[in-house]
């Protein structure tokens, strides 16, 4: 150690304290979070080596990783197509070819007959007999014991100019610290709850996974199914459980608005709507009904499949918020889906006497300051908008309900920001988050603990499933024969286009010309198209015109991707479909099969299709689930796509992975009710180990 090791605790004590990290290293490591040596022991190898044990050549087999050593017999040069060095090494139970590409006459000269050496790699098979091409290797005495490994050899993830070595080091040092003052890393799962999950103590799981021992299972090791590996992935996700849970009771403990309702408003909406509720909306009516008549604030999520009419529970909340003299806001993650909701507002109340305020960053100017002013002045009952209502000078008069649909693209933080939007002194909004990602409970439970769920698990009756075809592109011209009938048949159909690069303008650019193209070669129909890059009008006037029927054919990007709502659209063709994930066809093929009649998706692919894209593809055509569906996605492309958290860099845990460690979940829930029952003084100190700076808002 470069300084007597201090008394603090590893998750105090800098990086620098180890040898070989000086300035330049601790910036790298803090590139890539690692800033303490607890960060350093929580850096857990990628996978392992096995250099432990020496293996006879006679046992080796392609694709071992193997320590091997033996005696030179010959080497020499040869010029094939490629210059290379070839050395023959032989240990009595058989011989293997060490080939280099590159190297100097000096190794030429060391590797001569006679010279024992200790090689680890590869072993591939070569031409005439096992190869190890450029392996690491080092001159020994002959049959000297000495210097195996006594642990399998780490391989860490690592960040550019940090090598093996470096970390190996670091992490010697680390554990080295760990044992003189195993203290520095506290233990924070009690005894019991050890016991009752079999877990291992945290000292020994770190240690055993930064050196295992050689019998230990690299396959087991691997697929993250060690014991050692389980322990740490249950401390994380049990952190993380406790925050949410902190959050949720932080809110609890705020007051909100009563907002009882007479009901008057709500009684004749239902009486002008031309369906009565399914019984899973007036379950889920029913659920937030009850919350927003109490003084404490909801926080609940509804979870509800494409189509199966989330909008109008949300209207019935609006109104009982507006019963009440209260204020309410919606916002969308998009500013086609915000105005897809405007409308409907607009529809239902309307006749109601109410006024719908409209407000997205676009807005500026008078028309902006004039319904700020009636929001400041509670005259504007109702707003709906984007993210644009997060601004500071968006201020309300007493807003009682913040609405936020497709929550999966908003991220806890902004959820909170809304909240503030309440007035001082009168109580946090209610709030109440619409998504349409059904998500498995389990993993429900982990990223919503913070919120209450409800779910309208029943569509509307009379819808019949869409049915779906996958088929090349090289058969487009069947297709667009297709929309013609179709459309020649007093029906509308969709055509999506998909994001080529991660370029807007270029996805725009593509829809265009399909535009131009299905105009051309389909003269007798209207065809319109809508792109992100369009003016907000030009966009809603494009959509007025396909919802009243004066356009066939809608040309879209992926913008249509959630809550456009025209029922007689019944066939949707969906380009390059293959570049999608699972939840977005899902919510495309949503826009249809919303009318009486049969409706038809035909996902137009371009070859060759991966292994990956064609199993997508046959989830798509063989079921409308959506919770298969998302249980698929799941699988296929991991929790953080799903839940739309990539990006926002929520629910990414150091050591878990919520696929891999799924089944911990439930015993994650008891723990944490374990500890805070028994232990609630180990709550604290947990949660700060594990969740980082980002969440830090947390302070129950
Ligand atoms: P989503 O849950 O995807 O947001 P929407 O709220 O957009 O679904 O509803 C989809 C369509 O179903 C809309 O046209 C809506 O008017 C209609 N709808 C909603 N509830 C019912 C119902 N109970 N019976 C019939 N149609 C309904
Ligand atoms: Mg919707």
Known sequence: MKQESTREGLDTT??????????RNAERLAGIGVQTVQDVLFHLPLRYQDRTRITPMGALRAGDQAVVEGVV?????????????????????GGIVLRFFHFSAAQKANLSRGVWLRCFGEIRSGPSSLELVHPEYKPVAEGDPSEVEE???????????????????????????????????PEWLPDD???????????????????PPPDASQQVLLEGRHPA????????????????????????????????????????????LSFPLTGAQQRVVGEIECDLARDRPMMRLVQGDVGSGKTVVSAMAVLQALESEHQAALMAPTELLAEQHLQSFRAWFEPLGLEVGWLTSRHKGRARQQLLAALAEGRMPLVVGTHALFQEDVAFHNLGLVIIDEQHRFGVHQRMALREKGAEGRGVPHQLIMTATPIPRTLAMTAYADLDVSVIDELPPGRIPVSTVVIPDLRRDEVMERVRVACSQERQAYWVCTLIEESEVLQCQAAE???????????????????????????????????????????????????????????????????LGLAQLHQLRGRVGRGGTESHCVLMYHQPLSGNARERLAVMRETSDGFIIAQKDLELRGPGEVLGTRQTGEMQFRIADLMRDQSL???????????????????????????????RYINA
Do not use: C
């Open 513 to 579: 010309d399909t535009a131009t193209m299905l105009a051309e070669a389909l003269p007798d129909l209207q065809v319109g198209l809508v792109h992100g890059r369009l003016k907000a009008v030009e966009k809603e006037q494009m959509m007025q015109r396909f919802k009243q029927g004066e356009l066939q054919l809608l040309v879209a990007t992926t913008v249509i991707e959630v809550g456009v709502d025209v029922p007689n659209a019944s066939l949707m063709i969906i380009e390059n479909p293959e570049r």
């Open 665 to 695: 979940l439930p015993e994650v829930q008891q723990a944490a009710d374990m500890l805070l029952q028994r232990y609630p003084e180990r709550v604290q100190p947990l949660m700060r180990r594990w969740i980082g700076a980002k969440e």
């Open 14 to 23: 800098p990086v620098t304290v180890l040898k070989g990290v000086g300035p």
């Open 193 to 211: 709850l050890l016991r009752r999950f079999r877990l291992p103590e945290l000292g020994n799981a770190v240690r055993y996974l930064h050196r």
């Open 151 to 185: 642990s399998l050899t780490p391989i860490y993830p690592s960040t550019e100019g940090m090598h093996q070595l470096a970390w190996r080091n670091m992490t010697e040092q680390a554990l080295s610290l760990l044992q003189e003052r195993p203290e520095a890393l």
């Open 73 to 93: 017999e010959t080497a020499e040069i040869r010029i094939g197509r490629r210059r290379s060095l070839l050395v023959w090494l032989a240990d009595g139970s």
């Open 229 to 272: 590996q389980r322990r740490l992935a249950f401390e994380e996700l049990l952190a993380h459980q406790l925050s949410l849970r902190a959050l949720r009771l932080q809110q609890q403990r705020a007051t909100a608005p009563v907002l009882a309702g007479s009901g008057r408003l709500r009684r004749q909406l239902l009486q002008q």
